[in-house]
């Protein structure tokens, strides 16, 4: 009961700059002297500051206090093909510092690329580019690593966070991969391994647009498509942790081959990559467009194929209109199940405009209940791998502010 007071007054002072101790007796609901015992435990380890008397409105003048932000400090870092970008926080979710490491060795294909099967790659040699990746950012940034209370990593793919196991990384060509113990073994700190979907969400949750909103969705639509999921204010991994991959529900029996080994998935028809595979397959074709006869759907981008559908290329259009349809059949079946307040779509996919979004939204309006009325918000930019990294930060964040009721995936102590 003494934890769960205690975090019930941290969760307060996080959300509110500065409270004086009634305020906080008001908002929890806990006697004015079992405030004034947590807030002068929390200030004697430093993780609360005292600001002494406020302007007095009347009364007796309130006594002060606020989170002490700079307490304790969080790594969040995006495991990608190709590089690491990592973060470091304090308990605002505030960046410290940022890096971005290239990682040494056969990379995946990129978002614009041509999807092609991926290189396999030793979890060996990723495990001690993460380690040293982090190394290099504890001692460049200057914090003290005695303040470190954990590492949040964020991965492509499906992921068992309760274990720290990957389950299946198209990325890395991975299966049940454990990541989490081998790098917390090593760090001598807590990990959690997550899917860069639910990063997304935990993001947003913590300084986007699903601030202060109970239950949403964060949809990532990029190379592959996938979502997080908040309900409650928690995010919802399911048991597993494959909760939001509505990007691998068939939508048909037949159709394009989707990465998972199935045909019809929502990824398949719908991903920046399978909108280059149909641009590439119609040029081979022979079918007339703007874009031009490429080598190989790599070297087009689907910026290029966005700015082509605007110019007036009726294949872009036609690509873009097929992908959007199917992506909005996929996000009314998330909808439906979830029942969210808000939809966030977000990721490098944005960049397609509305000859993709328009049908898509056409799409959700004909699938959904008319009784969801959830809000759909677009991110206007394509989310930047620092934004990646930070919500990684933020899951770990997420699970240091826990109620103690609900299980934690870190067993680090604030202060």
Not at 86 to 92: A, M
Not at 338 to 356: D, F, K, Q, T, Y
């Amino acid at each position: 009961m003494a934890d769960i007071n205690r975090n019930l007054v941290v969760n307060v002072l996080r959300t509110c700059p500065v409270m004086s101790r009634a305020d906080l007796s008001r908002a929890t609901g806990l006697s004015g002297p079992t405030v004034s015992s947590i807030v002068a435990d929390l200030t004697s380890r430093g993780l609360v500051q005292d600001l002494g008397q406020g302007l007095s409105s009347g009364g007796r003048p309130p006594f002060l206090v606020r989170l002490n932000d700079k307490a304790n400090y969080v790594i969040g870092l995006k495991l990608m093909g190709h590089a690491i970008s990592l973060v470091v926080t304090d308990l605002s979710a505030t960046v410290m510092y940022a890096q971005v490491t290239p990682l040494v060795g056969p990379a995946a294909a990129m978002p614009d690329q041509k999807a092609r099967p991926p290189v396999p790659r030793d979890p060996g040699s990723i495990i001690d580019a993460v380690c040293a990746a982090i190394d290099t950012a504890v001692s460049s940034s200057g914090v003290d690593v005695g303040r470190l209370i954990g590492v949040g990593v964020g991965i492509n793919g499906t992921v068992d966070a309760t274990t720290g196991t990957c389950r299946l990384s198209p990325t890395f060509n991975w299966k049940n991969v454990p990541l989490a113990r081998p790098i917390s073994d090593r760090l001598g700190h807590p990990v959690i391994l997550e899917n860069d979907a639910n990063t997304l969400a935990a993001a947003e949750q913590w300084f986007g647009r699903g601030a202060g909103v109970d239950t949403f969705i964060a949809v990532a639509v990029g190379a592959g498509i996938g979502s997080g999921v908040v309900v409650n204010g928690q995010l919802y991994r399911g048991t597993d942790g494959a909760a939001g991959e509505f990007g691998h529900v068939q939508l048909s029996d037949t159709g394009p081959l989707c990465s998972c080994g199935r045909v019809g998935c929502v990824e398949a028809w719908a991903s920046d990559r399978a909108i280059l595979r149909d641009i590439h397959a119609a040029i081979d074709e022979g079918r007339e467009t703007s874009l031009g006869r490429v080598g190989n759907t790599g070297e087009l981008t689907i910026a290029q194929v966005a700015a082509a559908a605007e110019h007036g290329d009726e294949l872009s259009r036609q690509v873009l209109s097929q992908a959007g349809h199917y992506l909005g059949r996929g996000i009314a079946t998330l909808m439906t199940v979830i029942n969210p307040r808000l939809v966030i779509i977000s990721g490098e996919g944005v960049e397609a405009g509305h000859w993709r979004f328009d049908p898509m939204m056409r799409a959700i309006e004909s699938s959904v209940f008319p009784d969801i009325n959830a809000e759909i918000i677009f991110a206007p930019e394509p989310l930047d791998d620092t934004r990646w990294a930070r919500g990684a930060a933020c899951v770990v964040l997420g699970e240091i502010f826990n109620t103690p009721t609900q299980p934690s995936l870190v067993d680090a102590r604030l202060g």
